[in-house]
């Protein structure tokens, strides 16, 4: 009896302690415990014990971390064979990130004060920005920034971004009164005879 009360008490144990706790005290000190913090405790993060997500949290703790401290944002292109090179890097590394596909003058503007010229691909990677595509400085900012490794994640598969669709010619009807005048020299409106 002793023994199934205490492979009981076990195995209840050994559950209990599949759950990690993340959280910060009044003292701005981090702990990690396997214990539900304090009603006082600030940032409480669940973990789980084998550094994989809590259920209900999505992405890895130091994933989450990374795209907070250092949101990837990369700088496109149509039709541009390494920029797709560079989506294929972060795809494969499994990485969430934001691409602006640079087709309109809002969009290069954005760029070029972000980069400081219009070179695609370009990243930025929290404040750290690298114009062009090569694979090997990609990987160092990103590693720098604490992203994980490729083959540590599931690969993605963001597709390159649609262009949005041109702005349709406003038909004749739509025209106001004083382009009328302007395009007939006499008065216009929607009840002038025509």
Request: contains cysteine; glycine residues 8%.
């Amino acid at each position: 009896m002793r023994s199934l009360i205490f492979l009981t008490l076990l195995g209840t144990a050994i559950a209990a302690s599949a759950q990690l706790y993340r959280w910060t005290d009044e003292n701005g000190r981090v702990h990690i415990t396997d214990v539900p913090p304090p009603p006082s405790a600030r940032n409480v993060q669940p973990l789980a014990a084998s550094g994989a997500p809590a259920a209900g949290t999505g992405l890895p703790y130091a994933l989450q971390l990374a795209v907070k401290n250092a949101p990837v944002t990369l700088y496109t292109a149509p039709d541009c064979p390494p920029c797709g090179e560079a989506r294929a890097l972060l795809n494969a590394r499994g990485l969430p990130f934001r691409e602006i596909s640079v087709v309109d003058e809002q969009q290069a503007e954005e760029l070029k004060k972000t980069v400081g010229s219009l070179s695609v691909p370009s990243i930025r990677v929290g404040s750290s920005v690298q114009k062009g595509y090569e694979q090997g400085l990609y990987d160092a900012l990103l590693d720098g920034a604490g992203y994980p490794r490729a083959g540590l994640l599931p690969p993605r598969s963001q597709a390159e971004p649609k262009p949005a669709p041109a702005a349709a010619p406003k038909p004749p009807a739509e025209q106001s009164a004083a382009e009328d005048e302007e395009d007939t020299g006499r008065p216009g409106g929607p009840y002038v005879p025509r």
